[in-house]
């Protein structure tokens, strides 16, 4: 029977029989779900077929049946990637781009653990070129691949294991001992050679070319078709640790000569630095071998190489403490700059945009640059037909870095550029408060730029990933009058029917869009906060909000309550680590309007919004922790960390709401005004033997 071994432990044969039993299954259930209305089988079970049957094509593609049911569009599930979980969040680096910074990335880390000067300056390294193309996690259990995800959101990555398949450099089975289980990290990438045909290619079929290879790598590993995937040949190395069910290696250059064991592509450049002091000489190496690789780099990574340390270390936001990446300078080019457009974004903010004559920045077709805000452009400068010089480095937009001075002959310029007092979108006056570079529209959510850039953003990837709902569709449905609020998405199927009638919408694919929104009204807390778009919240500060308040209510309660300067509630607002006085001053605006109320109130009706994980997760979730006197074992920094990591929030004063006071010596008058209170306390040896306890 082959329904029961894994796609690659079928042999050719078997695949073929394996394949015509699939396509036979998925083609009945697809006329029972398309034809019939009557789905035979759960969704959850269908993608698994599916799944499988591309697992399996992309292994054997000369077993796939002639005409199978499987290859039908139709009948292509539109969540073609699976979600699945990382066991450890991947996450990303902090950037350097000179000496300087660098040594205040190893200060920053050094000051952390408490070392002195003398132990700093023998801290080893490894040094890894910066691989610029898409990182990946790989699944391994007792040895064998059985996943491969995206990085996605950090924490919850695409399922693209069919299309990992395809790539010759994936070990299939480790070779040696394997832990149970395991997660590996590391980049897959395009060549120089394959990302510049690829790019030929796509422009000779009138597609337009990938912006770089990261771009091109991360297209080609999201290819609905695992045949289209094996014809762009993805290379990978690997270079990090996720979860593992037993201890690895005690270094980071142990761990990668295991990689190796294993299987692993791991990048033969790599180098183990005895110091700190190296890294500069490294760079520059790397740097003259650069051009001479056949696939790009973008810079060096830089890790400390002791695992215990990195350990303590941690992370901080999305970054870890450990590590950080050497960035090259950016590219440069000169070219036109044609005109200036003024856009507005989803708070407002009038940022002008240059459109140029395309140019080709370091490998990158640049069309457009950041003009960043109006006194940028008056002191460079800057009016449409100059001649610019431009730069772009790494993922940052184009910037304008100055205008080129015309020759003698050159015709006259332009008038000097007159940045708008109006909003271009709704006309409302734009004002900008004394000490701010930005020009906002005060029109608000009577602005329609203003209102599809909130929505927009309301169902992006990281808030509300509502799949078949982009930018293009929110723009149409909100200029039909169709949606004008977020609760309204949750309210788009009472217009399924004349949606259904417009351009580029079929049957199919508004029901399927309607099953997307559905699916997104259990919500965790954190995205919806982030969904918001409130000034200053991102990803992290809506984190820490979420992870701080724990529901919807409290929050919302709390906020309202917080608008009193000088309330225990704005204290607390304030008080919590990475949320600060100015942030906080955006959410109690935020929360003091009616409409904005009335907004959330509304789009609540619609959800069941979800406690943040984190917060039940910890040992100290939900208690506050206080740190007072000097400590001799950590930083302070550090306590910080290991309190907030197991899930606690630390204040800097004690209160009715402390729960846990840690004293080290010469603790003071907030040693009293605890033991006032009846507050728990420990000393700093109680503290580690407690974090100890806790793994
Ligand atoms: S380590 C927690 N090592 O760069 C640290 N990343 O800018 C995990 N990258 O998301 C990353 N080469 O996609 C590491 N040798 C290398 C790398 C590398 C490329 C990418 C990776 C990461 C991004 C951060």
């Given at each position: 029977m082959t329904e029961h071994l894994a796609p690659t432990e079928l042999d050719a044969a078997q695949a073929k029989a394996e394949l015509t039993r699939l396509a036979d299954l998925i083609g009945r259930y697809n006329t029972a779900y398309y034809t019939h209305d009557a789905p035979e089988v759960s969704d959850a079970e269908y993608d698994a077929l599916r799944k499988r049957y591309d697992a399996i094509v992309a292994l054997h593609p000369e077993s796939e049946p002639a005409e199978s049911a499987a290859q039908t569009v139709g009948a292509a599930p539109d969540n073609a990637f699976g979600k699945h979980r990382h066991l450890v969040p991947m996450l990303s680096l902090d950037n350097v781009f000179d000496q300087t910074e660098f040594e205040a990335f190893i200060s920053r880390a050094t000051r952390f653990l408490g070392?002195?000067?003398?132990?700093?300056?023998?801290?080893?390294?490894?040094?890894?070129?910066?691989?610029?193309?898409?990182?990946?996690?790989?699944?391994?259990?007792?040895?064998?691949?059985v996943r491969g995800t995206t990085r996605g959101d950090g924490t919850e990555g695409e399922d693209v294991t069919a299309n990992l398949l395809t790539l010759k450099d994936l070990p299939q089975q480790l070779e040696g001992h394997a832990p149970e289980l395991i997660e590996i990290r590391g980049e897959v990438f395009l060549s120089k050679e394959h990302f510049l045909a690829l790019n030929a290619a796509q422009e000779a079929i009138g597609r337009k070319p990938f912006a770089n290879p990261r771009n091109a790598a991360a297209g080609s590993l999201r290819q609905l078709d695992p045949r289209v995937t094996a014809r762009?040949?993805?290379?990978?190395?690997?270079?990090?640790?996720?979860?593992?069910?037993?201890?690895?290696?005690?270094?980071?250059?142990?761990?990668?000569?295991?990689?190796?064991?294993?299987?692993?592509?791991?990048?033969?450049?790599?180098?183990?630095?005895?110091?700190?002091?190296?890294?500069?000489?490294?760079?520059?190496?790397?740097?003259?071998?650069?051009?001479?690789l056949s696939y790009d780099i973008d810079g060096v990574v830089y890790k400390i190489d002791d695992l215990t340390l990195q350990e303590r270390l941690g992370f901080a936001g999305r970054a870890p403490r450990w590590a950080v990446a050497w960035k090259f300078p950016a590219e440069q080019a000169i070219t036109t700059l044609r005109a200036i457009e003024i856009q507005v974004g989803r708070t407002g903010a009038l940022t002008p945009v240059a459109h140029l004559d395309p140019v080709n920045v370091g490998g990158v077709l640049v069309m457009r640059a950041t003009l960043h805000n109006e006194d940028e452009i008056a002191r460079k400068d800057v009016r449409p037909g100059d001649t610019v010089q431009i730069q772009r480095a790494g993922d940052v937009i184009p910037q304008i870095l100055a205008v080129v001075p015309p020759g003698p002959d050159a015709p006259p310029r332009a008038e000097p550029f007159h940045f708008p007092d109006h909003c271009p979108a709704c006309g409302a006056l734009a004002v900008r408060p004394e000490g701010e570079a930005v020009r906002r529209c005060t029109g608000g959510l009577t602005c329609p730029a203003q209102i599809v850039e909130r929505l927009i953003h309301f169902v992006s990837r990281n808030a509300f990933d509502i799949e078949g709902l982009g930018e293009r569709s929110i723009r149409e449905f909100y200029e039909e009058g169709l949606i004008h609020t977020p609760a309204d998405i949750f309210r788009l199927h009472t217009h399924a029917e004349s949606i259904m009638k417009r351009d580029g919408w079929g049957e199919q694919s508004v029901r399927n869009l309607m099953q997307a929104?559905?699916?997104?009204?259990?919500?965790?807390?954190?995205?919806?906060?982030f969904a918001l778009g409130i000034r200053r919240i991102g990803e992290s500060n809506a984190r820490l909000l979420a992870r701080h308040y724990g529901t919807y209510e409290n929050w919302v309660a709390q906020l309202r309550k917080a608008a009193i300067i000088g309330s225990d509630e704005r204290l607390e607002l304030g008080s919590i680590t990475g949320i600060g006085s100015v942030i906080a001053d955006d959410l109690v605006a935020f929360m003091s309007e009616e409409h904005n109320l009335a907004t959330l109130e509304d789009l609540r009706s619609f959800l069941n919004i979800t406690e943040e994980e984190q917060t039940s997760g910890g040992p100290l979730a939900g208690k506050t922790v206080v740190f007072t006197g000097t400590l001799h074992t950590l930083t302070r920094q550090e306590a910080r960390a290991m309190a907030e990591r197991m899930g606690a929030k630390v204040s800097d004063s004690v209160s009715k709401k402390t729960d846990l006071v840690i004293l080290g010596e010469k603790a003071g008058s907030k040693a009293k005004k605890a033991a006032e209170l009846g507050i728990d306390t420990l000393d700093e040896a109680g503290w580690n033997d407690f974090c100890a306890s806790q793994g």
């Amino acid at each position: 029977m082959t329904e029961h071994l894994a796609p690659t432990e079928l042999d050719a044969a078997q695949a073929k029989a394996e394949l015509t039993r699939l396509a036979d299954l998925i083609g009945r259930y697809n006329t029972a779900y398309y034809t019939h209305d009557a789905p035979e089988v759960s969704d959850a079970e269908y993608d698994a077929l599916r799944k499988r049957y591309d697992a399996i094509v992309a292994l054997h593609p000369e077993s796939e049946p002639a005409e199978s049911a499987a290859q039908t569009v139709g009948a292509a599930p539109d969540n073609a990637f699976g979600k699945h979980r990382h066991l450890v969040p991947m996450l990303s680096l902090d950037n350097v781009f000179d000496q300087t910074e660098f040594e205040a990335f190893i200060s920053r880390a050094t000051r952390f653990l408490g070392l002195s000067e003398a132990d700093a300056q023998k801290l080893a390294f490894v040094a890894e070129p910066k691989i610029d193309g898409l990182s990946i996690s790989l699944t391994y259990e007792n040895g064998r691949f059985v996943r491969g995800t995206t990085r996605g959101d950090g924490t919850e990555g695409e399922d693209v294991t069919a299309n990992l398949l395809t790539l010759k450099d994936l070990p299939q089975q480790l070779e040696g001992h394997a832990p149970e289980l395991i997660e590996i990290r590391g980049e897959v990438f395009l060549s120089k050679e394959h990302f510049l045909a690829l790019n030929a290619a796509q422009e000779a079929i009138g597609r337009k070319p990938f912006a770089n290879p990261r771009n091109a790598a991360a297209g080609s590993l999201r290819q609905l078709d695992p045949r289209v995937t094996a014809r762009r040949p993805l290379s990978l190395f690997a270079y990090a640790m996720g979860f593992s069910s037993e201890k690895q290696a005690r270094s980071h250059w142990a761990y990668l000569e295991q990689l190796r064991a294993w299987g692993f592509p791991v990048n033969p450049l790599s180098r183990r630095l005895e110091a700190a002091s190296g890294a500069e000489a490294f760079f520059e190496e790397i740097g003259r071998a650069r051009a001479a690789l056949s696939y790009d780099i973008d810079g060096v990574v830089y890790k400390i190489d002791d695992l215990t340390l990195q350990e303590r270390l941690g992370f901080a936001g999305r970054a870890p403490r450990w590590a950080v990446a050497w960035k090259f300078p950016a590219e440069q080019a000169i070219t036109t700059l044609r005109a200036i457009e003024i856009q507005v974004g989803r708070t407002g903010a009038l940022t002008p945009v240059a459109h140029l004559d395309p140019v080709n920045v370091g490998g990158v077709l640049v069309m457009r640059a950041t003009l960043h805000n109006e006194d940028e452009i008056a002191r460079k400068d800057v009016r449409p037909g100059d001649t610019v010089q431009i730069q772009r480095a790494g993922d940052v937009i184009p910037q304008i870095l100055a205008v080129v001075p015309p020759g003698p002959d050159a015709p006259p310029r332009a008038e000097p550029f007159h940045f708008p007092d109006h909003c271009p979108a709704c006309g409302a006056l734009a004002v900008r408060p004394e000490g701010e570079a930005v020009r906002r529209c005060t029109g608000g959510l009577t602005c329609p730029a203003q209102i599809v850039e909130r929505l927009i953003h309301f169902v992006s990837r990281n808030a509300f990933d509502i799949e078949g709902l982009g930018e293009r569709s929110i723009r149409e449905f909100y200029e039909e009058g169709l949606i004008h609020t977020p609760a309204d998405i949750f309210r788009l199927h009472t217009h399924a029917e004349s949606i259904m009638k417009r351009d580029g919408w079929g049957e199919q694919s508004v029901r399927n869009l309607m099953q997307a929104i559905e699916a997104r009204r259990t919500i965790a807390f954190s995205r919806f906060i982030f969904a918001l778009g409130i000034r200053r919240i991102g990803e992290s500060n809506a984190r820490l909000l979420a992870r701080h308040y724990g529901t919807y209510e409290n929050w919302v309660a709390q906020l309202r309550k917080a608008a009193i300067i000088g309330s225990d509630e704005r204290l607390e607002l304030g008080s919590i680590t990475g949320i600060g006085s100015v942030i906080a001053d955006d959410l109690v605006a935020f929360m003091s309007e009616e409409h904005n109320l009335a907004t959330l109130e509304d789009l609540r009706s619609f959800l069941n919004i979800t406690e943040e994980e984190q917060t039940s997760g910890g040992p100290l979730a939900g208690k506050t922790v206080v740190f007072t006197g000097t400590l001799h074992t950590l930083t302070r920094q550090e306590a910080r960390a290991m309190a907030e990591r197991m899930g606690a929030k630390v204040s800097d004063s004690v209160s009715k709401k402390t729960d846990l006071v840690i004293l080290g010596e010469k603790a003071g008058s907030k040693a009293k005004k605890a033991a006032e209170l009846g507050i728990d306390t420990l000393d700093e040896a109680g503290w580690n033997d407690f974090c100890a306890s806790q793994g």
